[in-house]
């Protein structure tokens, strides 16, 4: 359980939206199904919309500070478009990808406004921004109850594809934005695994004709599917029986993941259809002079595409979409037309110059853009399972989750895809199955059992020195013999299985007689047995050191240092300890990067 802290707490940072949620700890609800859980359904600025997300937007003022965020962000940016006062300002949103263009195969997903954040550096600032917004709202709401910011325990959820350095940014964001900076007190929690804990908790589908209860027991395994507004992310658990017979979820492979969310279906809407109804011009032209009228146009296309309904092709069993889509022009955007494009709107099936209209097959294609490789992506990872686990006892169970998830679409598609090979699986609260889930794991993070190593860790040491195999420029002699430098010694292995708080020691001696203390620079290696720490793939990702003086009245050969490696959470943390005296060393990696 949480211990001291009688209120937990998680926020969901996603990349076209972000909401929190709450609960209070007490001995009546340690079973997770009787937790009441709390949250934002409405908004400053959402003009009545219910919705567990906020729109992860800032508008920013001529100073650079933030003047509103979320959808009264965008709501003040339209009114100082349509009264011609944008001058100084930008309004920008979908920038969460920009923190890792690489981990998702290029640029992130151009959010509309006046810039794009395309890089980290531009990323980070706009992070640290929104998540002061929302811890300050969230906060707010949390006292209103009586609470102060010293009792609440806040989790923050993180794509599961994200390496150790955008985890540890976001920790210092966060603490930047005004969060805890101590690491009992603000956790990180993988968006799928967190999705995984809930369905756990909550999941009911339906299996044939029979409605029933599905729980996620012990013994069974499970792949998730979080489709988010940019990305989604896969990863795969089995569920063992703890020491108290609770379930515990241990992860069978390291987690997959692209740039394939819904941002990416609304940004083909502006960049193929609407540019090819209106003109490359008119769109240039509204994006310079009038924006909110395209932010018209999405927000039409976005409630299209929540509640588009689909139907089954009685030949293929593919799902098709019912109905064409219709957007009416706003009349100030009808007015910037020319007679020629007015003219090729009048001739699209059902058209007419002031409406667009977007035949079902149309449709299917921008989804069909963004799903295939979603499909593509599932098989990759169930043939990763299968080879990691073995063959499922029965049917693969698939748990699709995210905003994106409530698209029928998409759970026909993908059910029809699999067949036979997996059930598909969404819980009808599967927009906040990552948010609910991460309070879960804040109220208890010991329902996450085990992970994979996503690297092999270790440190640089010197070894015996071995003719014929080791390099002669790496050759060292000391009052030990012949050493070489430069060695990394393994602590864990990639796609090794970690038990989380698992910890892994070493013994190390120091090099000279007079040697006071010692350093142990830390590296990380996608190999699986790398023998130097120079080898290409290697990274130096931080480095302890320990005073030893203390030690220097023992006799040479009986000083030794034990370096310690902690793994199995959301980040490792290193603890060097000199025997004769006890002195310690303890403290949580922080990598190097370019933010």
Same mark, same amino acid.
């Given at each position: 359980?949480?211990?001291?802290?009688?209120?937990?707490?998680?926020?969901?940072?996603?990349?076209?939206?972000?909401?929190?949620?709450?609960?209070?700890?007490?001995?009546?609800?340690?079973?997770?199904? $009787?937790?009441?859980?709390?949250?934002?359904? =409405?908004?400053?600025?959402?003009?009545?919309?219910?919705?567990?997300?906020?729109?992860?937007?800032?508008?920013?003022?001529?100073?650079?500070?933030?003047?509103?965020?979320?959808?009264?962000?965008?709501?003040?940016?339209?009114?100082?478009?349509?009264?011609?006062?944008?001058?100084?300002?930008?309004?920008?949103?979908?920038?969460?990808?920009? #923190?890792?263009?690489?981990?998702?195969?290029?640029?992130?997903?151009?959010?509309?406004?006046?810039?794009?954040?395309?890089?980290?550096?531009?990323?980070?600032?706009?992070?640290?921004?929104?998540?002061?917004?929302?811890?300050?709202?969230?906060?707010?709401?949390?006292?209103?109850?009586?609470?102060?910011?010293?009792?609440?325990?806040?989790?923050?959820?993180?794509?599961?594809?994200?390496?150790?350095?955008? %985890?540890?940014?976001?920790?210092?964001?966060?603490?930047?934005?005004?969060?805890?900076?101590?690491?009992? %007190?603000?956790?990180?929690?993988?968006?799928?695994?967190?999705?995984?804990?809930?369905?756990?908790?909550?999941?009911?589908?339906?299996?044939?004709?029979?409605?029933?209860?599905?729980?996620?027991?012990?013994?069974?395994?499970?792949?998730?599917?979080?489709?988010?507004?940019?990305?989604?992310?896969?990863?795969?658990? =089995?569920?063992?029986?703890?020491?108290?017979?609770?379930?515990?979820?241990?992860?069978?492979?390291?987690?997959?993941?692209?740039?394939?969310?819904?941002?990416?279906?609304?940004?083909?809407?502006?960049?193929?259809?609407?540019?090819?109804?209106?003109?490359?011009?008119?769109?240039?032209?509204?994006?310079?002079?009038?924006?909110?009228?395209?932010?018209?146009?999405?927000? $039409?296309?976005?409630?299209?595409?929540?509640?588009?309904?689909?139907?089954?092709?009685?030949?293929?069993?593919?799902?098709?979409?019912? =109905?064409?889509?219709?957007?009416? #022009?706003?009349?100030?955007?009808?007015?910037?037309?020319?007679?020629?494009?007015?003219? =090729?709107?009048?001739?699209?099936?059902?058209?007419?110059?002031?409406?667009?209209?977007?035949?079902?097959?149309?449709?299917?294609?921008?989804?069909?853009?963004?799903?295939?490789?979603?499909?593509?992506?599932?098989?990759?990872?169930?043939?990763?399972?299968?080879?990691?686990?073995?063959?499922?006892?029965?049917?693969?169970?698939?748990?699709?989750?995210?905003?994106?998830?409530?698209?029928?679409?998409?759970?026909?598609?993908?059910?029809?895809? #699999?067949?036979?090979?997996?059930?598909?699986?969404?819980?009808?609260?599967?927009?906040?199955?990552?948010?609910?889930?991460?309070?879960?794991?804040?109220?208890?993070?010991?329902?996450?059992?085990?992970?994979?190593?996503?690297?092999?860790?270790?440190?640089?040491?010197?070894?015996?020195?071995?003719?014929?195999?080791?390099?002669?420029?790496?050759?060292?002699?000391?009052?030990?013999?012949?050493?070489?430098?430069?060695?990394?010694?393994?602590?864990?292995?990639?796609?090794?299985?970690?038990?989380?708080?698992?910890?892994?020691?070493?013994?190390?001696?120091?090099?000279?007689?007079? %040697?006071?203390?010692?350093?142990?620079?830390?590296?990380?290696?996608?190999? %699986?047995?790398?023998?130097?720490?120079?080898?290409?793939?290697?990274?130096?990702?931080?480095?302890?050191?320990?005073?030893?003086?203390?030690?220097?009245?023992?006799?040479?050969?009986?000083?030794?240092?034990?370096?310690?490696?902690?793994?199995?959470?959301?980040?490792?943390?290193?603890?060097?300890?000199?025997?004769?005296?006890?002195?310690?060393?303890?403290?949580?990696?922080?990598?190097?990067?370019?933010?």
């Amino acid at each position: 359980m949480s211990g001291e802290y009688p209120v937990v707490a998680a926020i969901d940072f996603g990349t076209h939206g972000s909401g929190f949620a709450w609960t209070v700890v007490s001995e009546d609800d340690r079973e997770a199904s $009787q937790r009441r859980i709390l949250f934002q359904d =409405r908004w400053p600025g959402s003009e009545g919309l219910v919705y567990p997300k906020n729109l992860s937007a800032l508008l920013l003022g001529q100073d650079g500070k933030t003047l509103a965020w979320g959808f009264d962000a965008r709501r003040e940016w339209r009114e100082l478009g349509i009264n011609g006062e944008r001058d100084g300002h930008e309004y920008i949103s979908a920038f969460k990808m920009a #923190l890792t263009p690489e981990r998702y195969g290029g640029a992130a997903v151009p959010g509309l406004g006046t810039v794009n954040a395309d890089s980290p550096r531009r990323a980070r600032p706009l992070i640290v921004a929104y998540l002061r917004e929302i811890h300050r709202f969230a906060l707010g709401e949390i006292m209103k109850s009586g609470y102060q910011p010293e009792h609440v325990r806040w989790c923050l959820t993180v794509p599961a594809i994200w390496d150790d350095e955008q %985890q540890d940014f976001m920790r210092k964001a966060a603490a930047e934005a005004g969060l805890p900076e101590d690491g009992d %007190q603000l956790l990180l929690a993988i968006e799928p695994e967190a999705a995984a804990l809930h369905c756990q908790v909550h999941l009911a589908g339906v299996v044939g004709a029979e409605r029933k209860r599905l729980g996620v027991t012990a013994g069974s395994r499970f792949v998730v599917v979080d489709c988010g507004g940019g990305t989604v992310d896969i990863t795969a658990h =089995r569920a063992d029986a703890g020491p108290d017979g609770t379930v515990r979820l241990r992860e069978i492979t390291t987690p997959r993941g692209g740039r394939l969310g819904s941002e990416y279906i609304n940004r083909s809407f502006v960049t193929e259809v609407l540019t090819e109804r209106l003109g490359a011009p008119t769109i240039a032209l509204v994006r310079e002079r009038a924006e909110h009228l395209l932010f018209d146009l999405v927000d $039409q296309w976005e409630a299209w595409k929540v509640a588009a309904q689909v139907d089954i092709d009685p030949a293929s069993g593919a799902p098709r979409f019912k =109905r064409r889509a219709n957007f009416s #022009l706003p009349s100030e955007l009808y007015d910037m037309l020319d007679d020629e494009t007015k003219r =090729r709107l009048a001739e699209y099936p059902g058209g007419a110059p002031h409406r667009i209209v977007v035949d079902a097959a149309e449709v299917a294609r921008l989804f069909d853009e963004v799903i295939d490789e979603i499909l593509r992506l599932v098989d990759k990872q169930l043939e990763r399972v299968r080879l990691a686990d073995g063959p499922a006892p029965g049917v693969e169970q698939l748990l699709l989750v995210g905003g994106m998830a409530r698209s029928d679409y998409l759970r026909h598609r993908l059910a029809l895809h #699999l067949s036979d090979r997996a059930e598909v699986i969404s819980p009808v609260d599967a927009a906040v199955a990552v948010l609910f889930g991460a309070v879960h794991f804040a109220y208890d993070p010991s329902v996450i059992r085990a992970r994979k190593a996503r690297y092999t860790y270790g440190c640089e040491t010197y070894m015996p020195f071995e003719k014929d195999v080791d390099p002669d420029d790496k050759r060292v002699d000391t009052v030990k013999g012949l050493r070489c430098k430069g060695r990394f010694s393994v602590f864990v292995t990639r796609n090794e299985e970690v038990e989380v708080d698992r910890v892994v020691c070493h013994t190390f001696c120091p090099v000279t007689p007079d %040697q006071s203390s010692i350093a142990f620079a830390l590296y990380r290696t996608r190999d %699986q047995a790398p023998r130097y720490v120079d080898d290409p793939h290697c990274k130096r990702i931080g480095e302890v050191e320990i005073d030893i003086s203390g030690s220097l009245r023992l006799p040479f050969e009986e000083r030794s240092v034990l370096l310690r490696m902690r793994f199995g959470d959301t980040h490792v943390k290193v603890e060097a300890v000199d025997p004769a005296t006890q002195r310690t060393m303890a403290k949580t990696v922080r990598f190097d990067s370019a933010y």
